[in-house]
C-alpha cells in the first residue's frame, strides 16, 4: 500500500512511521524547506516532549474535545513516544509540573531522533512541496495536487497541517481549506494557549515586564459570580494585559466558555489574582501591621517592599487612592485592612485574546464529529485520514498537545 502524508509535523512525522512500520510505502510532503518547524520552538527551544502523568488524566486536561481522542491515547501513550526517543538515543526528564523534556533541553535532538526513525524506515520525504489539491475519485481519497501541477497517487492520504498558530512555522490553515472543500465542517478558529489582554491597560503597561510567582488566580463570570477556571503559579504583566503559565492554560479554559465575546464585551469576566496565597487574611494583616511598626516614620510607598514587587506598589495604591507619599503611622485601620484585601483579591478585567499569531495553540478545526475516532479516517471521504492540530481538539501546556499530535498521527498511521 500507498501512503502520502500531507505535513511533516510531529502529527505527519508519527503517521508516517507508523503507516511505514506497517509495510507501507510512505510519502510525506512538506511545504517548509525542513520538517519538525514548529517542534523546535516548543518549550521555547527545549521541547516539552509529553507529560509524566498517567494517560487518563490527558483528558481531563483537553477541554477541547477531549473524549474524542480515548482510542487514540490508547493506541500510543506517553511511554510510547518516550520509549521511541530512547531507542533513537535520546533520553528523557521530568521537570515540575509533570513536564518532560529530552535530557539535553534542546529541541533539535527530539526532531533528529525523530528524523533518524524516519530514515530507518524509507520514508520518502518531498521539501518545499506545497499541497494544492486532494484528489477524490468516487468519494475516495486517491492521490494529491501539490506545487500546482505535480501528482502523487496513494491508497491513503493523510491531512496533517496543523493549525493557524505561529504560522511563521507554516501553519496558515490551508488544510482547513482543502477539507472543506470536500464537505468537512470546520469549526470556528480561535486562538488557543494564548496571553489575555486586560481592560486596565494603564495598570498593566505600569507593570510591564513583572513575573509574579507562586500567585493564585480565579477568572470569575461576575454576571453570575461563577468560577470559571482557577490555577497557582506563574504569570507576568505585559503592555497589552496578562501572560505567563496560569493565563496562557487559563484561555483554553476561556475560549470555549458559552458567550465569552458578549461577557467580555461587557465587562463580566474578571481575573482575581491572589498576590499572597499562602495567608490567610488574618495572618496577612498581622504581618502588614509587623512591618509598618519597624517602619513607622517612612513613607507608605517604601513600606510595602518586603510583601510587593517595586512595580506593583503604586498600582496598588492608587488603585485604594492611598497617598504613596503618606507616613506609615498615619495609616488607618480601614486603609491597612484595604491593602489586605487587594492583595488577596486584585481585580483584572479581561478585555480579549491576543492574536491567532501569538497562540501556542489553535482551538476549532474540523469537526470530531466528521471523523472516526478509533482510526481518524474521515466518515465523509474514504481513504482521507486527519491528525494533529488540524482536528478540533486542543489541551492545557504541558505536553498535551504534542502527545494529541503523536497520538493521533500514529492512529491515522496504524489503520
Given amino acids: 500500500m500507498k501512503t502520502v502524508v500531507i505535513g511533516g509535523g510531529p502529527a ?26 514548529k517542534l523546535l520552538i516548543t518549550g521555547k527551544g527545549r521541547c516539552n516532549i509529553t507529560s509524566s502523568l498517567d494517560i487518563s488524566e490527558f483528558i481531563n486536561n483537553t477541554p477541547g474535545n477531549g473524549r474524542f481522542l480515548y482510542s487514540a491515547f490508547d493506541n500510543f501513550n506517553n511511554k510510547d513516544i518516550i520509549q521511541l526517543l530512547k531507542e533513537e538515543g535520546l533520553e528523557s526528564k521530568e521537570e515540575r509540573g509533570n513536564r518532560i523534556f529530552p535530557i539535553t533541553d534542546n529541541a533539535k535532538d527530539v ?22 489539491k486532494i484528489i477524490v475519485k468516487e468519494n475516495k481519497a486517491i492521490g494529491i495536487i501539490y506545487n500546482e501541477k505535480e501528482k ?32 468537512h465542517t470546520i469549526n470556528e478558529i480561535k ?49 497589552f494585559g496578562v501572560s505567563g503559565p ?22 463580566k469576566i474578571t481575573l482575581c489574582i491572589d498576590l499572597k496565597p499562602a495567608l490567610a487574611k488574618e495572618k496577612l494583616d498581622d504581618r502588614i501591621i509587623r512591618d509598618f511598626n519597624e517602619l513607622k516614620n517612612k513613607q507608605v510607598k517604601n513600606s510595602l517592599d518586603k510583601l510587593l514587587p517595586q512595580k506593583m506598589i503604586p498600582v496598588i495604591l492608587d488603585r485604594l487612592g492611598i497617598d504613596q507619599n503618606k507616613k506609615v503611622n498615619e495609616i488607618t ?39 472516526n475516532p ?42
Avoid at 13 to 30: D, P, R
Avoid at 111 to 132: C, D, G, Q, T, Y
Avoid at 380 to 407: H, M, P, R, W
Fill in 374 to 415: 478509533k482510526t481518524m479516517e474521515s466518515k465523509i471521504i474514504k481513504n482521507l485520514y486527519f491528525a494533529g492540530e488540524i482536528i478540533d481538539v486542543d489541551a492545557y501546556t504541558g505536553g498535551f498537545n504534542l502527545q494529541i499530535a503523536y497520538s493521533t498521527g500514529y492512529t491515522a498511521g496504524i489503520n
Fill in 152 to 183: 502523487i497517487y496513494g491508497d491513503k492520504i493523510i491531512l496533517a497541517t496543523g493549525g493557524k498558530s505561529y504560522s511563521t512555522t507554516g501553519s496558515t490553515g490551508e488544510g482547513y481549506k482543502m477539507a472543506k472543500e470536500l464537505g
Fill in 333 to 371: 485601620k480601614q486603609e491597612r485592612q484595604k491593602i489586605v484585601e487587594i492583595l488577596k483579591n486584585f481585580k483584572l478585567e479581561i478585555s480579549g485574546f491576543r492574536p491567532i499569531e501569538e497562540a501556542i495553540i489553535t482551538a476549532g478545526g474540523i469537526s470530531t464529529k466528521e471523523i
Fill in 12 to 37: 505527519g512525522m508519527l503517521a508516517g512511521i507508523k503507516s511505514a512500520e506497517q509495510g507501507n510505502s510512505v510519502t510525506i510532503l512538506e511545504k517548509n524547506e525542513s520538517l519538525g518547524k
Fill in 246 to 267: 496560569v493565563i496562557i492554560s487559563s484561555s483554553a479554559h476561556l475560549v470555549r466558555y458559552k458567550n465569552i465575546e458578549e461577557l467580555i464585551k461587557n465587562k
Fill in 191 to 239: 486562538p488557543s494557549l494564548v496571553p489575555l489582554e486586560i481592560y486596565q491597560k494603564k495598570e498593566c503597561k505600569a507593570m510591564q515586564g513583572l513575573s509574579l510567582r507562586n500567585v493564585g488566580i480565579k477568572i470569575i463570570n461576575s454576571e453570575k459570580n461563577k468560577l470559571i477556571y482557577e490555577d497557582f503559579g506563574e504569570m507576568l504583566f505585559a503592555h
Fill in 111 to 132: 526532531l533528529n531522533a525523530i528524523l533518524r526513525k524516519m530514515k530507518k524506515l524509507k520514508i520518502e520525504i518531498k521539501l518545499k512541496s506545497k499541497v494544492n
